[in-house]
């Protein structure tokens, strides 16, 4: 078990360009979530997958972002002509629907700055 | 909806003191609660968790919390502080049969002091 990971960890972008981040969850979970965190302030749910199905997306997550999980393993999520609004740490986690009680196990996460 | 309030976003203790971090909740349902820690530019620790068995949990590094009811409150505690365990800390609640989604509180930072 090498834990959530998630590439890049950092990630400096211009206004108007997009970026893509890929986080690898635990390999025998299906559930993966992406939460964003603001400087101070707890995550905030953006997004999960069971499987390879998106089951439920935040009001949060505008039509700039949209989040893929291809095959029910990896995911990424990208961001579309980014914002200076969007820069935050980006966070993915996972957690197994049929083991434990619904923990969730997080990765280090994706700062992004947009300049 | 569910909630999480965690108050008091700074605490400060002496090393060897009693660290009291507060959490209180709202759900509809009966919650699953979580505290994770977070250090400085990491993802987030589970520190541990409440499930509906034991109000009484016991977690990671020498923290424990309780669950009660009543009070719809699920307090963080541990008996001495260590230098180590400055950082921040976040509670949750989720609602397992809705996806199992996390709402965070706005977290507390821990700060000790030698």
């Known amino acids: 078990d090498t834990g959530v990971s998630q590439d890049p960890r950092h990630k400096i972008t211009k206004r108007g360009q997009n970026v893509t981040f890929r986080c690898d969850p635990i390999s025998e979970h299906n559930r993966l979530y992406w939460y964003r965190q603001t400087l101070g302030q707890g995550p905030e749910f953006l997004t999960y997958f069971q499987n390879e199905a998106q089951l439920e997306k935040s009001r949060l997550l505008s039509d700039r972002f949209s989040a893929e999980r291809p095959k029910g393993s990896f995911s990424t999520l990208e961001i579309q002509r980014t914002e200076q609004g969007d820069s935050a740490m980006y966070l993915c986690a996972s957690s197994s629907l049929f083991q434990g009680r619904g923990e969730q196990y997080f990765g280090p996460g994706t700062r992004l700055t947009v300049t | 909806a569910q909630s999480v309030t965690q108050l008091g976003s700074h605490v400060s203790v002496s090393e060897g003191a009693l660290v009291l971090l507060r959490c209180n909740y709202s759900?509809?349902?009966?919650?699953?609660l979580f505290w994770y820690v977070q250090y400085p530019n990491q993802g987030l620790q589970l520190l541990l968790k409440y499930t509906s068995a034991a109000t009484l949990v016991k977690g990671i590094n020498g923290f424990e919390a309780e669950f009660k009811k009543s009070e719809t409150s699920f307090h963080l505690t541990k008996p001495s502080a260590h230098m180590s365990d400055a950082a921040e800390y976040f509670c949750a609640v989720s609602d397992i049969n809705q996806g199992g989604k996390l709402i965070f509180g706005q977290g507390t930072e821990l700060s000790v002091k030698p």
């Open positions: 759900s509809s349902v009966p919650p699953y």
